[in-house]
């Protein structure tokens, strides 16, 4: 028995205008086993359209509030920070009144590196948002020492994460 999944197929239509797919990409499955056909997939993000849909938040959101990135310093938010970043430096200095906290949480839990590295980046972001005119502020949050993983594990006996529970209760978060 053979089956065809076209990778569109299981797209947003909402957002299918976002990528650019090669429709000869096929994932043909034979059996137990699975091979992939055509694997010539062009994907990429308009990030013009994305960085448009930044600054038109930005601008025109009748509401002032501030924005509130979290940043981990991972892969995502990394992005997401960057892309705002790019739509940022796209606004004339004048416009820029709103206000951005990028918020970092020390879970106090990190390899003594990773806390290092991160704290490091904070500190640029900082220091290049300054330079740069963003409103841009950086802040670094670490939790009360009763709110503490290891207080929460040890302590109140939480269950520790595994592969199959990584929930973290609210009184965590």
Not at 31 to 44: D, Q, Y
Not at 127 to 156: C, M, Y
Request: aromatic fraction near 10%.
């Amino acid at each position: 028995m053979r089956a065809v999944f076209s990778t569109p197929a299981f797209l947003n239509p909402k957002f299918r205008h976002l990528c650019k797919i090669d429709l000869r990409q096929k994932f043909i499955f034979s059996g137990n086993s699975s091979t992939f056909a055509n694997t010539t997939t062009v994907m990429s993000l308009k990030l013009p359209f994305i960085e448009a849909e930044i600054t038109d938040q930005y601008l025109y959101d009748e509401n002032p509030r501030p924005w509130i990135i979290g940043f981990s310093g991972g892969k995502d938010s990394t992005m997401l920070l960057q892309v705002v970043w790019r739509a940022l430096m796209k606004i004339p200095a004048e416009l820029r009144n709103r206000r951005i906290y990028v918020v970092c949480n020390d879970t106090l839990v990190e390899n003594p590196k990773i806390v290092a590295f991160i704290n490091r980046t904070l500190k640029l972001l900082q220091k290049s948002a300054t330079q740069q005119g963003l409103p841009i502020s950086v802040h670094r949050t670490t939790p009360r020492l009763e709110d503490t993983f290891w207080v929460n594990l040890i302590g109140k006996g939480y269950p520790a994460p595994t592969n199959s529970f990584r929930g973290v209760p609210n009184d965590s978060k």
